[in-house]
Protein backbone atom coordinates (compact mmCIF):
# COMPACT_ATOMS: atom_id res chain seq x y z
CA UNK A 1 0.00 0.00 0.00
CA UNK A 2 0.94 3.72 -0.95
CA UNK A 3 1.88 5.73 2.43
CA UNK A 4 -0.87 8.45 3.31
CA UNK A 5 0.23 11.71 4.61
CA UNK A 6 -2.43 13.41 6.65
CA UNK A 7 -2.43 16.71 8.79
CA UNK A 8 0.18 15.28 11.78
CA UNK A 9 2.58 14.43 8.74
CA UNK A 10 2.96 18.00 7.64
CA UNK A 11 4.07 21.05 9.35
CA UNK A 12 2.23 24.13 8.17
CA UNK A 13 5.84 26.74 9.92
CA UNK A 14 7.42 25.87 6.79
CA UNK A 15 4.84 28.45 4.83
CA UNK A 16 4.81 31.08 7.67
CA UNK A 17 7.39 33.11 6.02
CA UNK A 18 6.69 32.72 2.62
CA UNK A 19 4.54 34.44 0.30
CA UNK A 20 2.56 31.98 -1.94
CA UNK A 21 0.63 33.96 -5.25
CA UNK A 22 -2.11 31.84 -7.14
CA UNK A 23 -2.36 32.77 -10.61
CA UNK A 24 -5.77 32.24 -11.29
CA UNK A 25 -9.43 32.48 -9.99
CA UNK A 26 -11.28 29.67 -11.46
CA UNK A 27 -12.24 26.65 -10.49
CA UNK A 28 -8.90 25.23 -8.51
CA UNK A 29 -7.38 28.90 -7.85
CA UNK A 30 -10.63 30.61 -5.93
CA UNK A 31 -10.69 27.53 -4.03
CA UNK A 32 -7.01 26.75 -2.90
CA UNK A 33 -6.07 30.31 -2.57
CA UNK A 34 -9.07 30.53 -0.15
CA UNK A 35 -8.36 27.33 1.80
CA UNK A 36 -4.48 28.30 1.72
CA UNK A 37 -5.69 32.26 3.24
CA UNK A 38 -7.62 30.09 5.86
CA UNK A 39 -5.03 27.94 7.15
CA UNK A 40 -2.95 31.60 8.01
CA UNK A 41 -0.59 31.67 4.75
CA UNK A 42 -0.09 34.88 2.93
CA UNK A 43 -1.57 34.62 -0.15
CA UNK A 44 -1.43 36.95 -3.00
CA UNK A 45 -4.01 36.14 -6.21
CA UNK A 46 -2.65 37.26 -9.47
CA UNK A 47 -5.06 37.72 -12.51
CA UNK A 48 -4.66 40.08 -15.96
CA UNK A 49 -5.87 43.56 -15.64
CA UNK A 50 -9.83 43.95 -16.10
CA UNK A 51 -10.43 39.76 -15.07
CA UNK A 52 -13.80 39.43 -13.90
CA UNK A 53 -12.84 37.58 -11.25
CA UNK A 54 -10.54 40.02 -9.52
CA UNK A 55 -13.48 41.77 -7.68
CA UNK A 56 -14.60 38.28 -6.34
CA UNK A 57 -11.31 37.95 -5.31
CA UNK A 58 -10.79 41.19 -3.45
CA UNK A 59 -14.61 40.20 -2.04
CA UNK A 60 -13.31 37.10 -0.87
CA UNK A 61 -10.65 39.30 1.26
CA UNK A 62 -7.85 38.08 -0.75
CA UNK A 63 -4.95 40.48 -2.46
CA UNK A 64 -5.35 40.88 -6.23
CA UNK A 65 -1.88 41.74 -8.18
CA UNK A 66 -1.44 41.73 -11.84
CA UNK A 67 0.40 38.17 -12.94
CA UNK A 68 4.03 39.89 -12.64
CA UNK A 69 3.54 41.79 -9.80
CA UNK A 70 2.51 38.93 -8.05
CA UNK A 71 5.14 37.26 -9.23
CA UNK A 72 7.44 39.29 -8.17
CA UNK A 73 6.44 39.48 -5.03
CA UNK A 74 5.83 35.60 -4.21
CA UNK A 75 8.02 32.75 -2.92
CA UNK A 76 5.94 29.73 -4.31
CA UNK A 77 4.12 30.46 -7.66
CA UNK A 78 1.05 28.15 -7.58
CA UNK A 79 0.05 27.95 -11.51
CA UNK A 80 -3.87 27.41 -11.55
CA UNK A 81 -4.27 28.85 -15.02
CA UNK A 82 -6.42 26.96 -17.46
CA UNK A 83 -3.49 23.83 -18.74
CA UNK A 84 -3.46 25.75 -22.64
CA UNK A 85 -2.30 28.97 -21.65
CA UNK A 86 0.07 28.68 -18.77
CA UNK A 87 3.07 28.12 -21.21
CA UNK A 88 2.38 31.38 -22.83
CA UNK A 89 1.58 33.53 -19.49
CA UNK A 90 5.04 31.29 -17.96
CA UNK A 91 7.04 32.79 -20.27
CA UNK A 92 6.36 36.37 -20.71
CA UNK A 93 4.36 37.07 -17.29
CA UNK A 94 6.61 34.52 -14.75
CA UNK A 95 9.57 33.23 -15.95
CA UNK A 96 11.23 36.66 -16.59
CA UNK A 97 10.19 37.50 -12.73
CA UNK A 98 11.32 34.06 -10.95
CA UNK A 99 14.30 34.15 -8.66
CA UNK A 100 16.83 31.92 -7.52
CA UNK A 101 14.93 29.35 -4.88
CA UNK A 102 11.43 30.33 -5.75
CA UNK A 103 8.80 27.31 -5.85
CA UNK A 104 6.42 26.57 -9.22
CA UNK A 105 3.40 24.82 -8.27
CA UNK A 106 1.01 22.87 -10.37
CA UNK A 107 -2.35 21.22 -9.50
CA UNK A 108 -1.75 19.23 -13.18
CA UNK A 109 1.52 18.10 -14.13
CA UNK A 110 0.34 18.34 -18.06
CA UNK A 111 2.70 21.18 -18.89
CA UNK A 112 5.79 19.67 -17.37
CA UNK A 113 5.04 16.16 -18.05
CA UNK A 114 4.35 17.64 -22.12
CA UNK A 115 7.47 19.75 -22.01
CA UNK A 116 5.12 23.03 -22.20
CA UNK A 117 7.32 24.96 -19.54
CA UNK A 118 10.60 24.29 -19.07
CA UNK A 119 11.54 25.31 -15.65
CA UNK A 120 15.17 26.64 -14.79
CA UNK A 121 17.14 24.55 -12.21
CA UNK A 122 17.57 26.32 -9.41
CA UNK A 123 13.67 26.57 -8.63
CA UNK A 124 11.66 24.14 -6.70
CA UNK A 125 8.77 22.12 -8.83
CA UNK A 126 5.94 20.56 -7.20
CA UNK A 127 2.44 18.78 -7.48
CA UNK A 128 -0.43 19.47 -4.46
CA UNK A 129 -3.24 18.04 -7.12
CA UNK A 130 -6.50 17.90 -4.86
CA UNK A 131 -8.32 14.92 -6.60
CA UNK A 132 -11.82 17.14 -6.79
CA UNK A 133 -13.34 19.78 -8.93
CA UNK A 134 -12.79 22.61 -7.60
CA UNK A 135 -15.86 23.66 -6.05
CA UNK A 136 -15.83 20.78 -3.48
CA UNK A 137 -12.55 21.47 -2.67
CA UNK A 138 -13.48 24.65 -1.21
CA UNK A 139 -17.29 23.49 -0.20
CA UNK A 140 -15.77 20.43 1.37
CA UNK A 141 -13.11 22.35 3.24
CA UNK A 142 -15.86 25.37 4.92
CA UNK A 143 -17.56 22.09 6.62
CA UNK A 144 -14.21 21.02 8.60
CA UNK A 145 -13.35 18.51 5.87
CA UNK A 146 -11.28 18.23 2.52
CA UNK A 147 -10.48 16.04 0.07
CA UNK A 148 -7.94 14.36 -1.05
CA UNK A 149 -4.91 15.15 -2.90
CA UNK A 150 -1.83 13.91 -4.31
CA UNK A 151 1.97 15.64 -4.01
CA UNK A 152 4.68 14.94 -6.48
CA UNK A 153 8.01 16.29 -6.27
CA UNK A 154 9.66 17.23 -10.17
CA UNK A 155 12.60 19.03 -8.81
CA UNK A 156 14.02 19.98 -5.52
CA UNK A 157 16.46 22.59 -5.70
CA UNK A 158 16.39 23.80 -2.25
CA UNK A 159 16.31 20.13 -0.60
CA UNK A 160 12.70 21.47 0.93
CA UNK A 161 10.38 20.34 -1.88
CA UNK A 162 9.09 17.65 0.36
CA UNK A 163 8.40 19.34 2.90
CA UNK A 164 6.95 22.41 1.45
CA UNK A 165 4.87 20.24 -0.71
CA UNK A 166 3.12 18.48 2.18
CA UNK A 167 2.51 21.90 3.94
CA UNK A 168 1.06 23.24 1.08
CA UNK A 169 -1.18 20.07 0.48
CA UNK A 170 -2.56 20.81 4.31
CA UNK A 171 -3.00 24.20 3.76
CA UNK A 172 -5.13 23.50 1.01
CA UNK A 173 -7.32 20.53 3.38
CA UNK A 174 -6.09 17.79 1.60
CA UNK A 175 -3.93 16.07 4.93
CA UNK A 176 -7.35 16.26 6.38
CA UNK A 177 -8.69 13.38 3.95
CA UNK A 178 -5.44 12.24 3.21
CA UNK A 179 -2.07 12.83 0.74
CA UNK A 180 0.01 10.26 -1.24
CA UNK A 181 3.22 11.14 -3.37
CA UNK A 182 3.65 10.13 -7.01
CA UNK A 183 5.18 11.46 -10.13
CA UNK A 184 4.13 14.06 -12.51
CA UNK A 185 4.01 11.42 -15.24
CA UNK A 186 1.81 9.60 -13.22
CA UNK A 187 -0.53 11.84 -12.27
CA UNK A 188 -0.64 13.33 -15.66
CA UNK A 189 -1.29 10.44 -17.75
CA UNK A 190 -3.64 8.98 -15.07
CA UNK A 191 -5.65 12.43 -14.67
CA UNK A 192 -6.13 12.79 -18.51
CA UNK A 193 -7.49 8.97 -18.27
CA UNK A 194 -9.40 9.59 -15.66
CA UNK A 195 -11.74 12.53 -16.64
CA UNK A 196 -11.36 11.44 -20.64
CA UNK A 197 -12.58 8.24 -20.33
CA UNK A 198 -14.75 7.87 -16.99
CA UNK A 199 -15.44 10.89 -15.06
CA UNK A 200 -16.16 13.03 -17.70
CA UNK A 201 -16.39 11.94 -21.12
CA UNK A 202 -17.33 8.34 -20.58
CA UNK A 203 -19.85 9.23 -17.99
CA UNK A 204 -21.83 12.36 -19.61
CA UNK A 205 -21.75 9.74 -23.17
CA UNK A 206 -23.57 7.23 -20.94
CA UNK A 207 -25.91 9.78 -19.86
CA UNK A 208 -26.67 11.12 -23.07
CA UNK A 209 -26.79 7.53 -24.81
CA UNK A 210 -29.19 5.89 -22.57
CA UNK A 211 -31.24 9.37 -22.05
CA UNK A 212 -31.52 9.32 -26.13
CA UNK A 213 -32.23 5.26 -26.47
CA UNK A 214 -35.38 6.25 -23.78
CA UNK A 215 -36.53 9.42 -25.35
CA UNK A 216 -36.24 7.79 -29.09
CA UNK A 217 -38.37 4.77 -27.84
CA UNK A 218 -40.95 6.80 -26.93
CA UNK A 219 -40.95 7.68 -22.91
CA UNK A 220 -40.91 11.30 -21.31
CA UNK A 221 -37.98 13.46 -21.46
CA UNK A 222 -38.99 13.71 -17.99
CA UNK A 223 -39.08 10.19 -17.19
CA UNK A 224 -35.91 9.38 -18.77
CA UNK A 225 -34.10 12.36 -16.80
CA UNK A 226 -34.58 11.02 -13.73
CA UNK A 227 -33.75 7.70 -14.83
CA UNK A 228 -30.37 8.21 -16.68
CA UNK A 229 -29.30 11.91 -14.68
CA UNK A 230 -30.50 12.89 -11.39
CA UNK A 231 -30.55 9.33 -10.05
CA UNK A 232 -26.52 8.74 -11.12
CA UNK A 233 -25.43 10.74 -8.03
CA UNK A 234 -27.50 8.73 -5.26
CA UNK A 235 -26.12 5.78 -6.81
CA UNK A 236 -22.67 7.10 -7.07
CA UNK A 237 -22.37 8.32 -3.42
CA UNK A 238 -22.96 4.55 -2.54
CA UNK A 239 -20.22 3.36 -4.80
CA UNK A 240 -18.43 6.53 -3.02
CA UNK A 241 -18.78 5.55 0.51
CA UNK A 242 -18.45 1.69 0.41
CA UNK A 243 -17.92 0.10 -2.82
CA UNK A 244 -19.26 -0.96 -5.60
CA UNK A 245 -20.18 -3.57 -2.65
CA UNK A 246 -22.71 -0.97 -1.08
CA UNK A 247 -24.43 0.08 -4.05
CA UNK A 248 -25.07 -3.66 -4.81
CA UNK A 249 -26.27 -4.53 -1.42
CA UNK A 250 -28.49 -1.40 -1.65
CA UNK A 251 -30.18 -2.27 -4.75
CA UNK A 252 -32.78 -4.84 -5.46
CA UNK A 253 -31.76 -8.16 -6.33
CA UNK A 254 -33.74 -7.31 -9.39
CA UNK A 255 -31.21 -4.13 -10.77
CA UNK A 256 -28.23 -6.31 -9.30
CA UNK A 257 -28.67 -9.52 -11.50
CA UNK A 258 -29.82 -7.07 -14.53
CA UNK A 259 -26.85 -4.83 -13.78
CA UNK A 260 -24.22 -7.04 -13.57
CA UNK A 261 -25.03 -9.59 -16.76
CA UNK A 262 -26.18 -6.32 -19.05
CA UNK A 263 -23.89 -4.04 -17.99
CA UNK A 264 -21.00 -5.95 -19.60
CA UNK A 265 -22.65 -5.83 -22.34
CA UNK A 266 -22.91 -2.28 -22.81
CA UNK A 267 -19.48 -1.29 -21.80
CA UNK A 268 -17.66 -4.31 -23.35
CA UNK A 269 -14.65 -5.26 -25.22
CA UNK A 270 -14.88 -2.37 -27.95
CA UNK A 271 -14.98 -0.21 -25.07
CA UNK A 272 -12.27 -1.45 -23.31
CA UNK A 273 -10.15 -1.08 -27.15
CA UNK A 274 -11.63 2.69 -27.25
CA UNK A 275 -10.13 3.01 -22.99
CA UNK A 276 -6.59 1.62 -24.60
CA UNK A 277 -6.53 3.86 -27.62
CA UNK A 278 -7.35 6.49 -25.21
CA UNK A 279 -4.98 5.46 -23.14
CA UNK A 280 -2.14 4.97 -26.14
CA UNK A 281 -2.68 8.89 -27.13
CA UNK A 282 -2.40 9.88 -23.52
CA UNK A 283 1.08 8.14 -23.20
CA UNK A 284 2.49 9.10 -26.35
CA UNK A 285 1.91 12.72 -26.27
CA UNK A 286 -0.93 12.72 -29.36
CA UNK A 287 -3.34 14.17 -26.96
CA UNK A 288 -1.30 16.69 -25.53
CA UNK A 289 -0.09 17.86 -28.96
CA UNK A 290 -4.30 18.05 -29.92
CA UNK A 291 -5.55 20.22 -27.07
CA UNK A 292 -2.40 22.64 -27.33
CA UNK A 293 -2.59 23.33 -30.66
CA UNK A 294 -6.12 23.69 -30.26
CA UNK A 295 -5.95 26.40 -27.24
CA UNK A 296 -3.30 28.13 -29.71
CA UNK A 297 -6.23 28.94 -32.38
CA UNK A 298 -8.19 29.29 -29.20
CA UNK A 299 -10.43 26.79 -28.66
CA UNK A 300 -12.24 26.10 -31.88
CA UNK A 301 -13.66 22.77 -31.52
CA UNK A 302 -14.31 23.18 -27.76
CA UNK A 303 -16.42 26.02 -28.34
CA UNK A 304 -18.18 24.15 -31.06
CA UNK A 305 -18.55 21.55 -28.78
CA UNK A 306 -19.66 22.86 -25.53
CA UNK A 307 -22.39 24.74 -27.71
CA UNK A 308 -23.56 21.32 -28.69
CA UNK A 309 -23.76 20.07 -25.15
CA UNK A 310 -25.72 22.78 -23.83
CA UNK A 311 -28.77 22.26 -27.01
CA UNK A 312 -28.37 18.27 -25.98
CA UNK A 313 -32.23 17.84 -24.92
CA UNK A 314 -31.29 16.25 -21.65
CA UNK A 315 -29.64 19.71 -20.53
CA UNK A 316 -32.97 21.28 -21.72
CA UNK A 317 -35.44 19.54 -19.96
CA UNK A 318 -32.80 18.96 -17.06
CA UNK A 319 -32.73 22.84 -16.73
CA UNK A 320 -36.72 23.08 -16.35
CA UNK A 321 -36.20 19.83 -13.82
CA UNK A 322 -33.68 21.63 -11.81
CA UNK A 323 -35.64 24.59 -11.24
CA UNK A 324 -38.40 22.78 -9.76
CA UNK A 325 -36.28 21.53 -7.21
CA UNK A 326 -34.88 24.40 -5.39
CA UNK A 327 -33.21 22.43 -2.68
CA UNK A 328 -30.50 20.95 -5.57
CA UNK A 329 -27.27 23.15 -5.23
CA UNK A 330 -26.97 24.27 -9.40
CA UNK A 331 -25.75 27.09 -8.86
CA UNK A 332 -22.50 27.19 -11.66
CA UNK A 333 -20.32 29.39 -9.83
CA UNK A 334 -20.85 28.70 -6.14
CA UNK A 335 -18.14 29.02 -3.59
N1 LIG B 1 -11.08 22.26 -12.48
C1 LIG B 1 -10.69 21.36 -11.57
O1 LIG B 1 -11.46 20.96 -10.70
C2 LIG B 1 -9.27 20.83 -11.54
C3 LIG B 1 -8.97 19.70 -10.73
C4 LIG B 1 -7.64 19.31 -10.58
C5 LIG B 1 -6.64 20.01 -11.25
N2 LIG B 1 -6.98 21.07 -12.05
C6 LIG B 1 -5.91 21.84 -12.69
O2 LIG B 1 -5.90 23.16 -12.13
C7 LIG B 1 -5.45 24.11 -13.10
C8 LIG B 1 -6.49 25.21 -13.26
O3 LIG B 1 -7.65 24.66 -13.84
P1 LIG B 1 -9.11 25.27 -13.54
O4 LIG B 1 -10.09 24.28 -14.09
O5 LIG B 1 -9.20 25.69 -12.11
O6 LIG B 1 -9.09 26.59 -14.47
P2 LIG B 1 -10.28 27.60 -14.74
O7 LIG B 1 -10.47 27.66 -16.22
O8 LIG B 1 -11.48 27.29 -13.89
O9 LIG B 1 -9.70 28.98 -14.20
C9 LIG B 1 -8.63 29.60 -14.78
C10 LIG B 1 -8.38 30.97 -14.20
O10 LIG B 1 -7.29 31.57 -14.90
C11 LIG B 1 -7.64 32.87 -15.34
N3 LIG B 1 -6.93 33.13 -16.59
C12 LIG B 1 -7.17 32.59 -17.82
N4 LIG B 1 -6.27 33.05 -18.71
C13 LIG B 1 -5.44 33.87 -18.03
C14 LIG B 1 -4.30 34.65 -18.40
N5 LIG B 1 -3.87 34.68 -19.66
N6 LIG B 1 -3.68 35.39 -17.43
C15 LIG B 1 -4.12 35.38 -16.18
N7 LIG B 1 -5.22 34.67 -15.76
C16 LIG B 1 -5.85 33.94 -16.68
C17 LIG B 1 -9.16 32.83 -15.50
O11 LIG B 1 -9.69 34.11 -15.43
C18 LIG B 1 -9.54 31.95 -14.30
O12 LIG B 1 -9.56 32.74 -13.15
C19 LIG B 1 -5.20 23.29 -14.37
O13 LIG B 1 -3.84 22.90 -14.34
C20 LIG B 1 -6.08 22.06 -14.19
O14 LIG B 1 -5.67 20.93 -14.90
C21 LIG B 1 -8.26 21.50 -12.20
C1 LIG C 1 -11.91 17.38 -11.68
C2 LIG C 1 -11.01 16.54 -12.57
C3 LIG C 1 -11.78 15.99 -13.75
O1 LIG C 1 -10.56 15.44 -11.79
C4 LIG C 1 -9.74 17.29 -12.99
O2 LIG C 1 -8.77 16.40 -13.39
C5 LIG C 1 -9.93 18.36 -14.05
O3 LIG C 1 -9.11 18.40 -14.98
O4 LIG C 1 -10.85 19.18 -13.93
MG1 LIG D 1 -8.60 14.91 -12.10
MG1 LIG E 1 -7.65 16.93 -15.03
Not at 25 to 47: E, F, K, P, R, T
Not at 152 to 173: E, N, R
Not at 233 to 258: Q, R
Amino acid sequence: MVKMYYNEDADLDVLKDKTVTVLGYGSQGHAQAQNLHDSGINVIVGLRKGSARWKQAEKDGLTVKTVPEAVKSADIIQILLPDEVQSRVYENDIMPYLESGNAIVFSHGFNIHYNQIIPPEDVDVYMVAPKSPGHLVRRTFKEGTGVPGLIAIYQDATGDAHKLALAHAKGVGCTRAGVFETTFREETETDLFGEQVDLCGGVASLIKMSFEVLVEAGYKPEMAYFETLHELKLIVDLIHEGGLEKMWYSVSNTAEYGGLTVGPKVINELSREAMYEALERIQNGEFAREFVLEGKVNNPVLTSMERQEREHPIELVGKDLRAKMPWLNSELNED
